[in-house]
């Protein structure tokens, strides 16, 4: 049986987590169900799954909480709860699938507790890739990826040797705005950018996918997660979204994970490997699947990518200001104070503004997050 501790457990990852262990009673156990301000589905979700603890980061939320329920689950509230939330003893894995630059803190947490990780949330690697992976091979732990691309990565490469890489070819369903050109989407509306043709997911990863960001936070996740340089990572439009990734060879074959655009398969296969267990997941029709199609991405348009890029290859803590400031604009656009593009001359302007720290320890990265959002608030003002 094993233990298993959801951090953001009311989200679209952690509500799907929920769902394979549903299917797997008797395998799994959770001991730790953690959450923003949901306390409503949260309670829920206690009350099915019996865990030893459950924390809310939002106190309000917490205090909600705790005036309904009464039964044997700890209840604690508040942010440090929540980071340490990630070291519950019992637990043997955490699934760490809240939202960004806010995962880094728990999973360190995690890390040091010896947990072995499910990783949902990229940005955790794309700020402090170099200093995470150290820290989980120094403990002697496991980084298992959640992402679908990468998920697919780790299966391709198994019982092959990682020098054996020529290149990791991550696929991109295009978004929503696939063939259009910069000045097709001037005024581009919320509703347009959260219509992702193949994925369901939060808003702000939706966001990420219209504007390629999340492509370039996957190809810096990439670089650490499997040792390779930014020239061995290429990009590819796949918008049918069914093969999830390939790994090209030095001998020139190439190995690709195909599967129905569902986030609970490679969910599953993280809490369950090395093994493969049964599953009741939509399967793939090959009679009735007609055309896998395969593009350029246009990084003129969907500068995101590029900024990425760039960020990656600057290294140090400019992946951490390139994040912080995307952060910063995708909430905006969120809120209506920006319009779609001004997320990239945001991005932009606060990567242009910061001299890159080239080693950064991991307290320099939190004050560059600082600045980096606080720069990029400015900018909406402007």
Not at 27 to 50: C, P
Not at 56 to 77: C, F, H, Q, V
Not at 134 to 149: C, M, N, T, Y
Request: net charge negative.
């Amino acid at each position: 049986m094993k233990n298993i501790a959801v951090l953001g457990a009311t989200g679209s990852i952690g509500t799907q987590t929920l769902e394979v262990v549903r299917g797997h009673k008797d395998m799994f156990h959770i001991s730790v169900l953690a959450a923003n301000a949901s306390d409503e589905l949260l309670e829920k979700q206690i009350r099915e799954f019996s865990p030893e603890l459950a924390v809310l980061s939002d106190e309000a939320a917490y205090k909600r909480l705790k005036a309904r329920y009464s039964g044997p689950t700890k209840l604690m509230g508040g942010r440090q709860a929540f980071v340490d939330a990630a070291a519950f003893p019992e637990a043997d894995t955490v699934v760490t699938s809240m939202m960004g630059f806010a995962g880094l803190e728990p999973t360190m947490k995690a890390l040091d507790a010896r947990k072995d990780i499910a990783l949902a949330n990229k940005e955790t690697l794309v700020v402090a890739g170099e200093i995470v992976m150290r820290r989980a091979a120094e403990q002697g732990v496991s980084i298992l990826p959640v992402d679908s691309e990468h998920c697919a990565f780790f299966q391709c490469l198994q019982g092959e040797k990682r020098e054996t890489i020529e290149k990791l070819l991550l696929t991109c369903s295009g978004g929503p705005f696939r063939g259009r050109k910069r000045e097709e989407l001037i005024g581009a509306t919320k509703a347009q950018v959260l219509a992702h043709p193949t994925w369901n997911m939060g808003q702000k990863i939706t966001v990420d996918s219209a504007s390629l960001v999340n492509k370039g936070l996957e190809v810096i996740e990439a670089k650490w997660l499997y040792g390779v340089d930014y020239d061995q990572i290429q990009v590819v439009v796949h918008p049918q979204s069914i093969i999830h990734s390939m790994v090209q060879f030095c001998d020139g074959s190439v190995i690709a994970q195909l599967g129905c655009p569902d986030m609970k398969l490679p969910i599953q296969y993280a809490l369950t490997y090395p093994t493969r267990q049964p599953s009741n997941f939509e399967r793939l029709d090959f009679w009735k699947l007609k055309d896998l199609t395969f593009e350029e991405p246009d990084t003129e348009t969907f500068k995101g990518l590029r900024f990425a890029y760039e960020a990656g290859r600057m290294g140090g803590s400019m992946p951490c200001v390139f994040n912080a400031a995307n952060e910063v604009a995708a909430g905006a656009f969120l809120k209506g104070e920006i319009h779609f593009l001004d997320i990239y001359d945001i991005i932009e302007q606060t990567m242009l503004k910061r001299e890159c720290v080239i080693e950064p320890t991991l307290e320099e990265l939190f004050e560059e997050d600082a600045w980096a959002r606080t720069y990029a608030a400015s900018l909406l003002k402007k």
